[in-house]
Nanobody
């Protein structure tokens, strides 16, 4: 079964930055399209950024120009650099494949105060 471990969340003021990291195991990471998802209270989980095996990236309009996704195939990790954070970015953030695998990690909480 795929294992995904997210870290790096926390409490930050609006305008601040955070860097999330995800370690993946039990997948052929180097050929897997990976993404960062988030779920805010009362809302559905949404894909905010993804990166192909070759390094091409895509972003949701709500985070474009503020978030940057990257990956290290040697370490089986995928990171999300989040800048200019807004209160509406508050959510639990998860990494997973795109499309997502059947199991999810525990996620990491990001809280942005106004």
């Amino acid at each position: 079964q795929v294992q995904l471990v997210e870290s790096g969340g926390g409490l930050v003021q609006a305008g601040g930055s955070l860097r999330l990291s995800c370690a993946a195991s039990r997948i052929i990471f180097s050929i897997t399209r990976m993404g960062w998802y988030r779920q805010a209270p009362g809302k559905q989980r949404e894909l905010v950024a993804d990166i192909t095996a070759a390094g091409s990236t895509n972003y949701a309009d709500s985070v474009k120009a503020r978030f940057t996704i990257s990956r290290d195939n040697a370490k089986n990790t995928v990171d999300l650099q989040m800048n200019s954070l807004k209160p509406e970015d508050t959510a639990v953030y998860y990494c997973n494949g795109v499309p997502y695998f059947g199991s999810w990690g525990q996620g990491t909480q990001v809280t942005v105060s106004s």
